[in-house]
């Protein structure tokens, strides 16, 4: 599977912004779909997941209420729906495949394929 993020931008704090990522190749059903973040000067850290086992999805705490992820299997897609941002939030994101364990979702190790990252920028 090949991944392809879109959607970032510049916002003000408090705006929201819609994320996409595009797959193309095996079915992206196969695979858990997940979203990271990577700041300047910081390590990629894990945003949110959507499993491969019953849809059930997992955030981040400084994610969770203000961020929603989704698919569509029939359009090969992955979204992550981000509300009231904050500066904090700014990154480039990246939404990442893999076949791991239920248990280890959060950990960047567990996805073979990446998309090459959409900036989003959040102005105070």
């Known amino acids: 599977v090949q991944l392809q993020a879109s959607g970032g931008g510049l916002v003000q704090a408090g705006g929201s912004l819609r994320l996409s990522c595009a797959a193309s190749g095996r079915a992206s059903g196969r695979y858990n779909m997940a979203w990271f973040r990577q700041a300047p000067g910081k390590e990629r850290e894990f945003v949110c997941v959507y499993s491969r086992d019953g849809g059930r999805t997992y955030y981040a705490d400084s994610v969770k209420g203000r961020f929603t992820i989704s698919r569509d299997n029939a359009l090969n897609t992955m979204y992550l729906q981000m509300n009231n941002l904050t500066p904090e939030d700014t990154a480039v994101y990246f939404c990442?495949?893999?076949?791991?364990?239920?248990?280890?979702?959060?950990?960047?190790?567990?996805?073979?394929?990446w998309g090459q990252g959409t900036q989003v920028t959040v102005s105070s």
């Open positions: 990442a495949a893999g076949t791991g364990t239920q248990g280890l979702l959060r950990r960047s190790s567990m996805y073979s394929t």
